[in-house]
């Protein structure tokens, strides 16, 4: 089953966003099961936006991400909000 993942990151800047993304890129592998990706700014952080095709894989993914992400000083916050998705579909696909 296909969930959105919603993670609020207050405090978080672009510039920190881009670091954590730079270093994830590196890890064969990472993003397997990730559908669709979106990185929206906020006045306070950022939000993202993730469809993974199963939970499983999104816990895979926060496992080997977590610790990238602290190493470079973030904070461990809220956990996102998980969503099963009903239907998703790309126009033209």
């Known amino acids: 089953m296909a969930i959105l993942v919603h993670a609020v990151l207050d405090g978080i800047s672009t ?3 881009d670091a954590l993304n730079a270093k994830l890129q590196e890890i ?3 993003f397997d099961g990730c559908v669709s990706h979106a990185c929206v700014p906020t006045d306070s952080g950022l939000e993202v936006f993730d469809i993974w095709s199963s939970e ?3 816990q895979t993914f926060a496992e080997k991400m977590m610790p990238v992400a602290i ?3 973030w904070p461990e916050g809220p ?3 998980v969503l099963e998705v009903y ?3 790309v126009p033209g696909g």
């Open 56 to 58: 499983a894989q999104m």
């Open 28 to 30: 064969p592998g990472i």
């Open 87 to 89: 239907n998703h579909w």
């Open 79 to 81: 956990m996102p909000r």
């Open 71 to 73: 190493g470079l000083g």
């Open 15 to 17: 510039d920190q966003y």
